[in-house]
């Protein structure tokens, strides 16, 4: 099946920095969602994106499908950005919408 | 708008005892719907998916089996819990129709199996 590696596993800022995440896919697909883990556990969804460039507000994500990869900006970050960031793909055909999980970057954002 | 609910939120179970976790779904019809598991914080991992009432697909063998009775209804269940069987465990759906539909969570069910 289709493997998803995120970089990097664990990521320690001070607040007002900028972070880049990565996620990178095995195959093609057609479905990609950035998520971010509270710590109460909750799957809070930031970006459905299986192609191109969107922003929603301090965050933006770019998919550049034909090289297998998408990248999750946090700009100016806050103590509020801490948890766990999942990226998750899907593929297609007869996938049924299945994603597959990349285990996570890890997130600290110190005040 | 569309809501997901899952309960117990928290659940300690022994070993051999029976599990029940249900998860509905509001304010859509025919969802397609998922049950995952996250193992020590990391990396969630697909159990099973339907896509109907009554259509269950077993992702990895394993201890659960899960059953839709109803359209926005998805249960999972075991006869005899394992200790293996401890994790987070998380309910999603996401529109039917197209596999690339976005993909949404349920708050999810801790269960510690002792």
């Known amino acids: 099946g289709i493997q998803v590696e995120q970089s990097p596993p664990d990521l320690i800022l001070q607040e007002g920095a900028n972070s880049t995440l990565r996620c990178n896919f095995s195959d093609s697909v057609n479905n990609l969602q950035w998520f971010h883990q509270n710590p109460w556990g909750q799957l809070i969804n930031l970006f459905y994106i299986p192609s191109g460039t969107k922003q929603n507000g301090r965050l933006s994500a770019t998919t550049v499908a034909t090289e297998r990869y998408s990248l999750l900006y946090i700009s100016s970050s806050q103590t509020t950005d801490s948890g766990v960031y999942f990226c998750?793909?899907?593929?297609?055909?007869?996938?049924?919408?299945?994603?597959?999980f990349g285990q996570g970057t890890i997130l600290t954002v110190h005040p | 708008s569309q809501t997901i609910h899952q309960w117990p939120a928290t659940l300690v179970q022994p070993v051999g005892s029976p599990l029940s976790l249900e998860c509905t779904v509001e304010?859509?019809?025919?969802?397609?719907l998922y049950w995952y598991r996250q193992a020590a914080g990391r990396g969630l991992q697909l159990l099973f998916y339907s896509v109907g009432i009554g259509q269950i697909s077993s992702e990895v063998p394993q201890n659960l089996s899960a059953s839709r009775p109803q359209d926005r209804q998805f249960i999972l269940s075991s006869k005899k819990l394992l200790l293996s069987d401890s994790g987070f465990y998380l309910c999603a759906w996401s529109a039917s129709g197209f596999s690339y539909n976005e993909q949404f969570f349920g708050p999810g069910t801790r269960l510690t199996v002792l």
């Open positions: 304010g859509t019809s025919n969802p397609n």
């Open positions: 998750a793909v899907g593929a297609g055909g007869t996938s049924y919408g299945k994603l597959t």
